[in-house]
């Protein structure tokens, strides 16, 4: 083989060990208590039994599509908080936030699902539906 193809295997190899280990990191992280998030999103507290809290940071390219998404899901009622993670670090580390953007849904009080990456607005509210 040559040096380029080793390259490519290498960067493959890389990558793939990367997304396992985001999609193995975003799962320790459900089940945990989202009180950490109370203090940083008024009204998280009050909502009746599920939520979607969506983690940016304002340098991050892909969160602006996304968190115009969000603006829409939040428009129509949807129970959606926008968390700055610059804004509030110790509740991304309490939570275990390693990138954004990041969804966190809220269910009963404690995180019931992660996902990393960007996502759609009908992403978002079919999870919010499956959440019931």
């Not at 995180?111 to 499956?130: C, N, Q």
Request: one cysteine or more; glycine letters at 10%; charged letters at 20%.
């Amino acid at each position: 083989m040559t040096l380029f193809a080793y390259t490519i295997v290498g960067l493959a190899v890389t990558w793939a060990l990367y997304v396992a280990y985001m999609y193995v990191a975003t799962r320790a992280g459900e089940g945990r208590p989202v009180r950490p998030l109370y203090g940083a999103l008024p009204g998280l507290a009050e909502t009746a039994d599920k939520a979607l809290v969506y983690c940016f940071s304002p340098q991050c390219g892909p969160c602006r599509p996304m968190s115009k998404e969000v603006d829409i899901l939040r428009g129509g009622g949807a129970p959606v908080f926008k968390l700055d993670v610059t804004e509030h670090p110790e509740a991304s580390r309490e939570l275990g936030i390693r990138a954004t953007p990041t969804l966190i849904l809220v269910k009963d009080g404690n995180v019931a699902r992660m996902v990393l990456g960007v996502r759609t607005a009908d992403y978002m509210r079919r999870l919010l539906d499956e959440a019931t």
